[in-house]
Nanobody, 123 residues
């Protein structure tokens, strides 16, 4: 079973930056970051496959960057120009797949999840 552990969350002012990390216990073809704010559904933020191909939610395009270090089994999310609407619990997710395929950024596409790390943005 794949285990994931997020870190790097915290409190920042609007316009600030944070870098989230996710340690992963095993390789997975599709990996992604999701977030969930109080009273809202969990939503996809960014996704990456093992070839390095990425995609982003429209709301974070141009501000967030997802990346990975396969040698270290670590996933990252660089978040710049943070806004209050970005405030949420951020989750790392992996599908545990090994076969090359199209990665879809939906909650039901991922089998393994971290516990989350809180991001707070003050205006």
């Amino acid at each position: 079973q794949v285990q994931l552990q997020e870190s790097g969350g915290g409190s920042v002012q609007s316009g600030g930056s944070l870098r989230l990390s996710c340690g992963v216990s095993a390789a997975s073809y599709c990996m992604a970051w999701f977030r969930q704010a109080p009273g809202k559904e969990r939503e996809g933020v960014a996704i990456i496959d093992s070839t390095g191909a990425t995609d982003y939610a429209d709301s974070v395009m141009g501000r967030f960057t997802i990346s990975q270090d396969n040698a270290k089994n670590t996933l990252y999310l660089q978040m710049n120009s943070l806004q209050p609407e970005d405030e949420a619990m951020y989750f790392c997710a992996a599908d545990a797949g090994l076969v090359r395929r199209r990665c879809v950024m939906g909650v039901k596409e991922f089998n393994y999840w971290g516990q989350g790390t809180q991001v707070t943005v003050s205006s």
